[in-house]
């Protein structure tokens, strides 16, 4: 029969080894899935925007939808976009999707329907991901920007409903300069 004392220190010692690796488990896993939210702070301005010759002009409303493949940013808009789609696409909005440059990957099966701009003019220059672009009726740029405001975007904190709602109603928008705080990942591709 051991001595109660080897018994405790054994004890003791096996659950420091645990506790230690379970702060290892748990420290790893918080720097490889959870980021901390920053205050990123962008200046979106629309003015070198311009749709491809066959897109511009007068027509639908036109939106198009800014991503990287690579932004965890983009999680927290995707769904938001889904139900933009099946509100507004009945009602004549068309959407499409450009890609950041040099980036690989696909939209989610439920945005498969975004129709994907190759290059659009100007789109270099935008500051940061996700973004959207959205031309009215008569193919001039009325809103240039993001989603909305914060870590996360839904219905109830996006800029973008209200704007298409109001070119739905043939009220005119112009907001083609935005500076907001969110989740936004850089946009220029980065040279080596």
């Given at each position: ?32 899935y959870?980021?901390a939210?920053s205050?990123h702070?962008?200046v ?11 897109l ?8 198009v ?7 965890p940013c ?17 009602k004549g ?11 690989h ?5 439920t ?11 100007g ?25 909305s ?9 996006s ?10 109603d043939?009220?005119?928008?112009n907001?083609?300069h ?5 989740c936004?990942c850089p ?5 080596k």
């Amino acid at each position: 029969m051991r001595p109660p004392y080897r018994t405790a220190l054994f004890a003791s010692l096996l659950a420091i080894v645990c506790a230690g690796v379970l702060w290892a488990a748990y420290d790893w896993f918080q720097g490889r899935y959870l980021r901390a939210f920053s205050e990123h702070t962008a200046v979106f301005s629309g003015d070198p925007l311009r749709l491809p010759d066959d897109l511009a002009g007068p027509g639908n409303i036109r939106l198009v939808h800014f991503w990287d493949p690579a932004c965890p940013c983009n999680v927290g808009n995707q769904q938001h976009l889904t139900e933009m789609v099946e509100q507004f696409g009945p009602k004549g909005v068309e959407f499409f999707a450009v890609q950041k440059a040099g980036s690989h990957g696909q939209l989610p099966a439920t945005l498969s329907n975004l129709k994907t701009i190759a290059v659009l003019p100007g789109s270099e220059q935008i500051p940061a991901s996700p973004a959207v672009a959205i031309w009215d009726r008569s193919g001039k740029l009325a809103y240039f920007g993001p989603y909305s405001e914060g870590l996360t975007c839904n219905s109830s904190n996006s800029f973008i409903e209200p704007i298409l709602q109001a070119l739905s109603d043939d009220r005119p928008v112009n907001a083609t300069h935005t500076l907001a705080v969110g989740c936004y990942c850089p946009w220029p591709v980065e040279t080596k």
